[in-house]
């Protein structure tokens, strides 16, 4: 009998292996390069993917990465996590010609780090510097993005972050076999080799008086705050040792200087049906979980998670249970014991109890029910909030002049790491054109939400 492994080997040996050369090349010769690139059109920070495919085959991996990073500074990152399934690969002609796209999300992980090896410089030339400067808060997606458009236009961006590390959810939100061998950190630290930009960890937006100070002190505030808060269960048995929100359990694992001694359950129960129930469920698995369980209160078809995610699950010893929604959490000294889960059946596309109900064994339950904005004083602050999150234009501008926001804490979107991207592209564009043309501004108040 084989030993077991040390958590953190599990974890590795659960990433994806980059491509090697021969395969890159390969893999690039199966692209036909379309003209109309329904690829490029499906990617949210729009990759000229036929462009960087062809500079592949070529053997110019150089000239693959600046295509990539001119769109999205965030390309490493994006290539190992974006559920290319759904978006650039779901549309690549080849699924009709041969069942089986092009790895376009792995062709640009091989590109991207053979350009991690080069100085930022060769591919990022700063502007003359502008003398303007801009608060960004949120070292996530958005917010470095942002941050990074605005410091090639040659303004000064100080970037506000809570935690101890910037990042975001790069850091701090997804399972760690997505991002293997500290990635996130190694690819902030090359983006800022960029120059211009300053990481202040540690500070945390909480007040009207602190947005009142920024606006006071900076030309202009991006507000890339992320949710922040987490939803409850709204069932008994909630305050149960045991009873965990996954988001955090991600954040604890990715943090934890060494895996073996994080508490794992025998019996896991995780409540929900995206990627970070997925994540945290395979993590769980991978730590030592006998048994991991998600449960889900609708069929497979509604999971937010992707169908490969949900394949990815499965094929490490999760267990996808649908049509279940969590009833009640029991208790034994004051631990979480078991979960009672009502049967649900859905007419006319509403859910309803059929009156059944399982118990699972549990020792250990996840919430990955979704999260919420989490800003008590946006509205006192003259920030307008619209279906739980921050109302801005396609632009990026709140109803407060002056201020942007972008990434989860706005309205629309589907909470993805490129589109969060993308956010933050546009709002530095438009803060730029703001800072040399502030009278072109228009009025906030009546500005529409965001497509």
């Not at 996590?81 to 640009?108: D, F, K, M």
């Not at 917010?143 to 961006?157: N, W």
């Not at 078991?338 to 309803?352: H, S």
């Not at 933050?424 to 072109?440: D, M, N």
Request: aromatic share 4%.
């Amino acid at each position: 009998m084989s030993p077991t492994p040390h958590p953190a080997q599990a974890i590795a040996a659960a990433a994806e292996a980059p491509l090697t050369r021969a395969q890159a090349l390969l893999e690039a010769e199966r692209c036909l390069y379309c003209h109309d690139a329904p690829c490029e059109q499906a990617c949210p920070t729009h990759i000229p993917v036929p462009q960087f495919i062809r500079r592949i085959g070529d053997g110019d991996l150089r000239g693959a990465a600046r295509a990539i990073l001119a769109a999205n500074p965030l390309g490493g990152l994006c290539a190992r996590v974006c559920p290319t399934e759904e978006l650039c690969e779901a549309v690549c002609v080849r699924n009709t010609q041969q069942g089986q796209p092009i790895a376009i999300g792995r062709l640009q992980r091989h590109a991207v780090d053979a350009a991690m090896t080069l100085p930022a410089s060769t591919f990022f030339t700063r502007a003359p510097a502008t003398g303007r400067s801009v608060a960004v808060v949120g070292a996530g997606p958005a917010g470095l993005a942002c941050a990074h458009g605005l410091a090639l236009q040659g303004h000064h961006v100080v970037v506000f972050d809570a935690r101890e590390k910037a990042g975001g959810l790069n850091e701090y939100g997804l399972a760690s076999y997505k991002t293997a061998d500290d990635f996130a950190q190694r690819e902030i630290a090359w983006l800022l080799q960029t120059g211009g930009i300053t990481v202040r960890c540690g500070w945390k937006l909480e007040t009207v008086a602190q947005l009142v100070e920024l606006r006071n002190s900076f030309d202009a505030v991006f507000l890339g705050l992320g949710l922040g808060g987490t939803a409850a269960l709204g069932v008994p048995g909630e305050e149960l040792a045991g009873v965990a929100d996954a988001v955090d359990f991600i954040a604890q694992l990715r943090q934890a200087p060494d895996l073996a001694r994080l508490p794992v359950g025998r019996r896991v129960v995780v409540i929900g049906g995206g990627m970070t129930a997925i994540d945290a469920a395979v993590q769980a698995k991978l730590l030592g979980a006998e048994q991991v369980t998600i449960a889900y209160r609708r069929g497979p078809e509604a999971m937010s998670a992707s169908q490969v995610e949900q394949h990815w699950a499965q094929t490490h010893g999760v267990v996808i249970r649908h049509h279940l929604a969590p009833q009640a959490l029991l208790g034994q000294d004051g631990r979480v014991s078991a979960i009672t889960l009502a049967v649900q059946q859905e007419v006319d596309g509403r859910l309803q109890p059929t009156g059944e109900v399982e118990t699972l064994a549990a020792d250990q339950v996840l919430k990955a029910i979704g999260q919420k904005l989490a800003l008590p004083w946006a509205e006192s602050a003259g920030l307008a909030i619209q279906g739980g999150r921050l109302v801005v234009d396609a632009e990026g501008r709140t109803a407060l002049p002056g201020v942007w926001a972008g990434g989860d804490c706005v309205a629309g979107g589907r909470d993805l790491t490129v589109e969060a991207v993308e956010h933050g592209k546009q709002a530095a564009r438009s803060i730029h054109a703001a800072l040399i043309q502030p009278a072109t501004q228009p009025a906030a108040q009546s500005l529409p939400c965001a497509a």
